[in-house]
């Protein structure tokens, strides 16, 4: 086998730590979780979800893992979307539409403020 | 619910069945459109699994199957050679606006650590070739990044 150049060992050594940096996801720091149960897709989950995803991408944000779940018990607070930011801690929110989903990546996840006027408890 | 909304429901349950790859298969004409999922999940059906309440996956479980069955008549769920075949055949006029069900499908089974693959009419997606190009696809801007794979294939289509 040839040797490999100073160079190519550097270029090799980025390409692999890239790859490497793309499939550690316990690295995340915010993790978003959508209610996508039956009652949650009756709901408007996926548009949700949807508006979640087209926000966090038009905004340019990295490291967040966007996970489907399923029905929480709380049937009638659909879409519930959970978010888990080191600095919040957990933080669930009932009804949410396009809009709110939006306004969750905007003012949650960027700027670190709960909204409180949306915020449910998953204790059943 | 919409057609995809119950493919969406048909997929969730092969990765409940702990199927190691599931194949769909889509295909839109004269306003329907004509869904087979195909998983190496297991099935273990001992009466009529479209009937209401029908399950083996415990209570408040059994409704997916009834409902289907209450849209299209014609629905079958099969196992041949070791693999369960679901088919069903729903109206869809319209725009299929495939982006915004498919992406959501690879994300979850990747999660899950279930390969999917899906032809849509002459075109074939997997979790495979989305994770090369697009590393963790439980990441929201890969989700967003197969959302524009898919409606570009769409348009120019």
New interface residues.
């Given amino acids: 086998m040839a040797k490999l150049s100073l160079e190519e060992l550097r270029a090799l050594r980025k390409k692999e730590s890239q790859?490497i940096e793309?499939?550690d996801?316990h690295g995340?720091d915010i993790h978003?979780v959508v209610g996508?149960g039956?009652c949650g897709?009756?709901a408007g989950a996926?548009?949700t979800?949807?508006s979640?995803?087209?926000e966090?991408?038009a905004k340019g944000?990295?490291?967040?893992?966007?996970?489907?779940a399923g029905c929480q018990g709380k049937c009638d607070q659909e879409p519930v979307v959970e978010v888990y930011t080191p600095q919040l801690g957990a933080v669930a929110y009932g009804k949410v539409d396009a809009k709110l989903a939006k306004q969750i990546v905007d003012e949650h996840i960027i700027a670190g403020k709960v909204l409180s006027d949306h915020k449910i408890s998953l204790e059943v | 619910m919409e057609a995809l909304d119950f493919l969406y429901e048909a997929v969730k349950n092969s990765i409940e069945a702990k199927a190691d790859s599931i194949c769909v298969s889509l295909d839109q004409a004269e306003g329907r459109l004509h869904v087979t999922v195909v998983d190496d999940g297991q099935l273990s059906v001992t009466s009529d699994p479209f009937a209401p309440g029908y399950s083996t996956k415990g209570k408040g479980r059994g409704r997916g199957l009834s409902l289907l069955k209450s849209f299209d008549e014609g629905a079958s769920l099969a196992r041949e050679n070791g693999k369960t075949i679901l088919s069903f055949c729903l109206d869809a006029d319209g725009p299929l606006e495939a982006e915004e069900t498919l992406p959501l499908l690879f994300s979850l089974c990747w999660e899950n650590g279930v390969k999917l693959g899906i032809t849509l009419g002459n075109r074939f997606f997997s979790t495979e070739k989305f994770a090369l190009e697009f590393g963790a696809l439980n990441e929201g801007s890969a989700i967003a990044r197969m959302k524009r794979e898919i409606t570009s294939k769409d348009n120019r289509s």
């Fill in positions: 790859r793309k499939r996801i995340r978003v996508m039956t897709i009756q996926k548009v979800l949807n979640i995803v087209d966090i991408e944000l990295k490291n967040v893992i966007v996970t489907q």
